[in-house]
T-cell receptor, first 115, second 111 residues
Framework: KAGVTQTPRYLIKTRGQQVTLSCSPISGHRSVSWYQQTPGQGLQFLFEYFSETQRNKGNFPGRFSGRQFSNSRSEMNVSTLELGDSALYLC??????????????FGQGTRLTVV | DAKTTQPTSMDCAEGRAANLPCNHSTISGNEYVYWYRQIHSQGPQYIIHGLKNNETNEMASLIITEDRKSSTLILPHATLRDTAVYYCIVRDSGSARQLTFGSGTQLTVLP
């Protein structure tokens, strides 16, 4: 079956602009999580959505937001971009239901460069 | 979630077993040990996870000590394509579904 799809793969934006990244999870997966990866901070959790509701949020400013649609696809938005937002943004999907969840499957990521 | 400690880097000869250690001395009873790897510029890939017992799948084996304070990921016959950063993560099964990544171990498989 198809894996996690993230679009676009690469993006260049200017400081102060906003950006929207998209993630299509594996069919049947209802949980989508977002991570930011930078050389200095490593992989950091942004937020997780399940059934269109944000279930958990990492320690990021309010400029970072997301949403999930009824088909489980998710978008994340970063407003008022800063140079430090340049990173690889990764999306992960999992079944998300039940008391015990197993592995999360990651997409290839979107490489955002802010200039 | 419990903190993990891994060596920064390791080398392994191609065709030999790669043994990657992880210390998680503060692990609690309901926390699982997960292993992921990330090949350069790609998304992390799930490898294996376990609670108490040793686990094996088509990719690797996971050996967890009896006191659960440490574990070892074993790649039985390492290939050049196994060169990657390997992350050991401890996660509470009942917690929100986030993974806390540390710095990981850079495994380099040498020809």
């Amino acid at each position: 079956k198809a894996g996690v799809t993230q679009t676009p793969r690469y993006l260049i934006k200017t400081r102060g602009q906003q950006v929207t990244l998209s993630c299509s999870p594996i069919s049947g997966h209802r949980s989508v999580s977002w991570y930011q990866q930078t050389p200095g901070q490593g992989l950091q959790f942004l937020f997780e959505y399940f059934s269109e509701t944000q279930r958990n949020k990492g320690n990021f400013p309010g400029r970072f937001s997301g949403r999930q649609f009824s088909n489980s696809r998710s978008e994340m938005n970063v407003s008022t971009l800063e140079l430090g937002d340049s990173a690889l943004y990764l999306c992960a999907s999992s079944l998300g239901s039940g008391w015990y969840d197993t592995e999360a499957f990651f997409g290839q990521g979107t490489r955002l460069t802010v200039v | 979630d419990a903190k993990t400690t891994q060596p920064t880097s390791m080398d392994c000869a191609e065709g030999r077993a790669a043994n990657l250690p992880c210390n998680h001395s503060t692990i609690s009873g309901n926390e699982y040990v997960y292993w992921y790897r990330q090949i350069h510029s790609q998304g992390p890939q799930y490898i294996i996870h376990g609670l108490k017992n040793n686990e094996t799948n088509e990719m690797a084996s996971l050996i967890i000590t009896e006191d659960r304070k440490s574990s070892t990921l074993i790649l039985p016959h390492a290939t050049l394509r196994d060169t990657a950063v390997y992350y050991c993560i401890v996660r509470d099964s009942g917690s929100a579904r986030q993974l806390t990544f540390g710095s990981g171990t850079q495994l380099t498989v040498l020809p």
